[in-house]
Nanobody, 127 residues
Framework: MFSCRRLGGGLVQAGGSLRLSCATSGFTFDSYAIGWFRQAPGKEPEGVACIGSSDEGTTYYADPVKGRFTISSDKDKNTVYLQMNSLKPEDTANYYC???????????????????RGKGTQVTVSS
């Protein structure tokens, strides 16, 4: 199960920042790759940022967000975060978190495997 939250308002101006959190339960957090996806109206889902299992210890970022977004996790809270800085209007989308049981960040973010996903939260960036 996933519980996604925005830490801050869902509407932000371009150049602003927003932090998302996703509390998880029902699976072994340390063993899974956890990540953030987004889907804008009329577009395919996109893996934005993913973090591998504790054994993998790697992260994957989609090119459009590199240098602006940071994924992190708190294993004690089974929670994954997405810090989004320098937001752009093209970042507007529904953001949701997902998990993959092989524990590989790239497999998850590139869409080759997904075992669980949450419903998401809307992020709107105005110009």
């Amino acid at each position: 199960m996933f519980s996604c939250r925005r830490l801050g308002g869902g509407l932000v101006q371009a150049g602003g920042s927003l932090r998302l959190s996703c509390a998880t339960s029902g699976f072994t957090f340390d063993s899974y790759a956890i990540g953030w996806f987004r889907q804008a109206p009329g577009k395919e889902p996109e893996g934005v940022a993913c973090i591998g299992s504790s054994d993998e210890g790697t992260t994957y970022y989609a090119d459009p967000v590199k240098g602006r977004f940071t994924i992190s996790s708190d294993k004690d809270k089974n929670t994954v975060y997405l810090q989004m800085n320098s937001l752009k209007p093209e970042d507007t989308a529904n953001y949701y978190c997902a998990a993959e049981s092989l524990g590989n960040d790239a497999i998850l973010c590139l869409g080759y495997g997904m075992d669980y996903r949450g419903k998401g939260t809307q992020v709107t960036v105005s110009s």
